[in-house]
């Protein structure tokens, strides 16, 4: 008899446990964030489209174009084309990013000799078509 009421109060305990989640849970604040009336604020870290930093001082990019992203570029979804001018000093005509291929790795951030590129937070990225996919970094 003894057994059955310690079983019987066992289950009663963690029933009421239970219970108390709940209620906790019933009367605290909604958890959804309404999406495009309200943002997330994403952590420091976080990877988004990869951009051409711009200095402040000259208004000018620091890509040399070395082409050291497009190498390391494990799928592919970057291209650059390369000029020179009357100096024989390298510079990218085009620097075109298909985000369509892009996996968002950051490979081509970190093989970057004069820290050119960085990766942004823009996370909004459906469109309709495929075209708008590909991006043109230089403005």
């Known amino acids: 008899m003894i057994k059955f009421t310690v079983k019987v109060f066992k289950r009663v305990t963690s029933l009421l446990e239970g219970m108390a989640v709940t209620i906790k849970y019933f009367f605290s604040g909604?958890?959804?964030m309404q999406y495009?009336?309200?943002?997330w604020t994403l952590p420091e870290r976080a990877?988004?489209?990869v951009t051409?930093?711009?200095?402040?001082e000259t208004?000018?990019?620091?890509?040399?174009?070395?082409?050291?992203?497009?190498?390391?570029?494990?799928?592919?979804?970057?291209?650059v084309e390369v000029k020179t001018d009357?100096?024989?000093?390298?510079?990218?005509?085009?620097f075109t990013l298909e985000l369509?291929?892009?996996?968002?790795?950051?490979?081509?951030?970190?093989?970057?000799?004069?820290?050119?590129?960085?990766?942004n937070n823009e996370y909004e990225l459906a469109?309709?078509?495929?075209?708008?996919?590909?991006?043109?970094?230089?403005?």
């Open 47 to 49: 990877r988004g489209v």
């Open 52 to 56: 051409l930093i711009i200095d402040k």
């Open 30 to 32: 909604p958890v959804t």
């Open 59 to 79: 208004g000018k990019h620091r890509c040399i174009a070395c082409l050291a992203c497009v190498r390391t570029c494990p799928n592919f979804s970057l291209a």
């Open 36 to 39: 495009p009336d309200k943002k």
């Open 100 to 119: 369509g291929k892009c996996m968002f790795c950051g490979l081509c951030v970190d093989s970057c000799p004069t820290k050119a590129l960085m990766m």
């Open 127 to 139: 469109v309709y078509t495929r075209k708008e996919l590909t991006r043109s970094l230089l403005p």
């Open 86 to 94: 009357e100096n024989k000093k390298r510079y990218p005509g085009k």
